[in-house]
């Protein structure tokens, strides 16, 4: 089998440190419109969760060439911000193999509205870091 198709990519959602400009905010504290929750009571998450998230994420993942070519692969940490409205914004792979970076940016941007992040019961702007995992294929 070919190395393109044996390889594969596993995207786990995952309890990271958020990232943000604003601090965390308590639930009974008035916020501003351009606020950003880092920590909300109910995180953002893809529809239907989990492992839609992994099946999307399977079906539109393409290996990077030189990646496989160089037997690359690894973690790549992506953040973003979901506004109240479930867009994502500010899509930025943070870490892991620069070959692996762009591939994991592009799958997260094309990726539908997700269902946004509540905090005291109002729906509001958060951030979040996905943990994205390349396997290369077994020899």
């Known amino acids: ?33 351009n606020e950003i929750y880092t920590k909300p009571e109910i995180e953002a998450e893809f529809p239907m969760g989990r492992a839609a998230w992994t099946t999307y ?16 692969g690894g973690e790549v940490v992506v953040q973003f911000i979901v506004d109240k409205e479930g867009l994502l ?4 792979a943070i870490s892991g193999p ?8 592009r799958v997260v941007k094309k ?8 905090q005291g ?6 951030s979040k870091k ?3 995992t390349f396997y290369l294929p077994a020899e």
């Open 89 to 92: 914004s500010n899509v930025m």
């Open 130 to 132: 996905l943990l994205v």
């Open 1 to 33: 089998m070919k190395k393109t198709l044996a390889a594969f990519a596993l995207c786990i959602f995952t309890a990271l440190s958020s990232f943000s400009q604003s601090k965390d905010q308590p639930s009974d504290t008035l916020m501003t419109a």
């Open 98 to 105: 620069v070959e692996l970076r762009p591939e994991a940016e």
């Open 57 to 72: 994420f399977d079906k539109n993942m393409k290996y990077p060439p030189d990646a496989l070519k160089k037997n690359i």
């Open 111 to 118: 990726s539908r509205r997700w269902v946004p992040a509540v």
């Open 121 to 126: 019961g109002k729906i509001v702007k958060s």
